[in-house]
């Protein structure tokens, strides 16, 4: 995939690893559950994932 074909300016943080990173905050933010956010990270281990979280939510 070329800069061109795709149009995005790869400098900015446009990617999927950084959008499912955001879903996974805003899901935590909003109340949600860390298992949930563990698979959507694709995680194998919560700790990690609790680890890795942005929110005191995670310690649920």
Do not use: F, W
Request: without cysteine; aromatic residues 2%.
């Amino acid at each position: 995939m070329t800069r061109q074909s795709t149009g995005l300016d790869y400098s900015s943080n446009a990617r999927p690893h950084n959008a499912r990173h955001a879903a996974a905050t805003l899901l935590l933010e909003s109340g949600g559950d860390v298992r949930v956010v563990q698979v959507i990270l694709k995680r194998s281990s919560l700790a990690v994932t609790k680890r890795d979280a942005p929110s005191e939510k995670a310690d649920s």
